[in-house]
């Protein structure tokens, strides 16, 4: 092959795109695809070198001339020697062929068709510490979002057969998504109060949070801070480490490094960025949130530079925030002249959407 192979890739197989196969490919390397495979020559041969151009024979027959092919997947089993295969993995006798398969070849494509993850995990666990590139065929983007979340970091790479023209793109989308750090700022606490009674929202998430993670939640879409999980111990209760008790239902957090969403709005099966104390984020799963009517405190509190944020949490001493070097805070104890971790997204929202116009949040 002549592009070099790295993990999470996108492949597109035009294998059954028929007339609009040509447009296809320039949409794949439009989003520059790692990988595109077809079952004639022919079809690769009018791809610039800067895409892997792979060949699966349509008869398994593999032709004399192979100008403008990089790769050729070998069905089956049968050819040791072969620098890359393909298999489809049905029964026993197959799993035992993708696992040799991913311990001895360049590059195996797989194609799981029953619906169980089970066989492409055994298969991954085999994979692992080898040299060699495992891709997954999918049959839809939603299912390579699930391909590459098996074991935790799934195959290299996921191959598309797309039914219509925006496929590729959506793959790239998915496949290529990242979570990036975040600038976390430092505030000064200016002021804290009971605030009466309201409804609180306890956001559960489906995934382990670490002891300086938590979510951004504030009363101002442009400044927010940092609510740290449950994951510290205390009296009377045990720890949550899935929990971020995260304040009043009409606060804002961070659904995704872009898009804010109020604690209200968040529903099982949406997600919440998770962000940590060096402001490393992750996007994580909401399994549910828990709203209940609680007493309040409203924590007042301001950057260097003038921002000012607003964080109305429940008022008990087991909700906490993080301050600077993931320093836990009870927010019951916090004082004037406390520091505190928050973020500024910088732009106003509408629906949840960055946009730039004139608003004012007091």
């Not at 301001?302 to 964080?311: D, N, P, W």
């Amino acid at each position: 092959m002549t592009a070099t192979l790295t993990a999470r890739q996108c492949w597109l197989d035009v294998r059954a795109t028929g007339d609009w196969t040509r447009a296809a490919c320039e949409e794949a390397l439009h989003q520059r695809f790692d990988a595109i495979v077809a079952d004639d020559p022919a079809v690769l041969r009018d791809l610039p070198p800067t895409v892997n151009r792979v060949l699966v024979p349509a008869d398994g027959t593999v032709p004399d001339d192979l100008t403008g092919v990089d790769l050729v997947l070998e069905p089956g089993n049968g050819n040791p020697a072969a620098p890359g295969r393909w298999l489809e993995v049905t029964d026993p006798a197959s799993l035992d062929a993708a696992c040799a398969s991913v311990r001895r070849d360049a590059v195996t494509l797989l194609r799981f068709p029953e619906p169980t993850n089970i066989p492409m995990e055994i298969v991954l666990a085999a994979a692992d510490g080898s040299p060699g590139t495992v891709i997954t065929a999918v049959d839809t983007v939603e299912e390579a979002a699930v391909h590459l979340s098996v074991l935790e970091h799934g195959p290299h790479g996921v191959l598309l057969a797309p039914c219509a023209p925006g496929e590729a793109t959506r793959l790239a989308a998915v496949v290529r998504e990242q979570s990036p750090d975040l600038a976390l700022v430092t505030f000064m606490v200016t002021g804290v109060r009971h605030a009466g009674t309201g409804e609180r929202a306890c956001v559960d998430t489906c995934t382990y949070l670490d002891r300086d993670e938590g979510i951004l939640v504030g009363s101002r879409s442009r400044a927010l801070l940092l609510c740290v999980s449950e994951t510290h111990p205390l009296p009377y209760m045990p720890t949550r480490p899935f929990r971020v008790n995260a304040g009043a239902l009409m606060s804002y957090t961070l659904a995704d490094q872009e898009h804010t969403r109020y604690l209200s709005e968040l529903t099982a099966g949406a997600t919440v960025l998770a962000v940590a104390a060096d402001g490393r984020t992750r996007r994580v799963t909401v399994g549910r949130v828990k709203i209940e009517t609680r007493p309040l405190l409203a924590v007042e509190a301001v950057t260097a530079t003038g921002e000012r944020a607003t964080l109305i949490v429940q008022d008990d001493w087991h909700v906490r925030v993080l301050g600077p070097g993931g320093a836990v805070l009870n927010s019951t104890e916090l004082r004037p002249g406390d520091e505190l971790l928050g973020y500024l997204p910088g732009r106003e929202r509408h629906v949840g959407y960055p946009i730039d116009e004139r608003c004012r949040e007091q």
